[in-house]
């Protein structure tokens, strides 16, 4: 029998799927992006691009910007019943107007 993979990306083939005018590389200026800390962020994994990109188990959530790590940020979410610390690129961050 074949082994089930465990892989980051194991078990998303629907999750981690662009709609077809979506297809390509995503605008630069999402890349450039600036987040300050305490301002709330969405994690929106863009498949296309693998640096910085959170665990699928993130994808959709929404929380806290607390710092910076390189090119990254690090996001306070909310899963179960604790917060959890997400490092990811701007690219895979939308803005939350709060």
């Known amino acids: 029998m074949v082994e089930m993979s ?12 662009k709609r077809v005018r979506e297809r390509g590389l995503p605008p630069i200026t999402r890349a450039l992006q600036k987040f300050e800390i305490g301002e ?4 929106v994994i863009d498949p296309s691009i693998h640096k910085g990109m959170p665990f699928h ?9 607390v710092g910076k790590r390189g090119r990254c940020y690090l996001v306070r979410v909310r899963d179960g019943g604790k917060y959890k ?7 895979h961050l939308r803005k939350v107007k709060s």
């Open 6 to 17: 465990h892989g980051p990306r194991a078990r998303t083939r629907k999750k981690l799927r």
């Open 85 to 91: 610390i997400v490092i990811a690129h701007p690219y």
């Open 40 to 43: 709330k962020a969405a994690i």
């Open 57 to 65: 188990r993130f994808h959709g959530l929404t929380g806290d910007v």
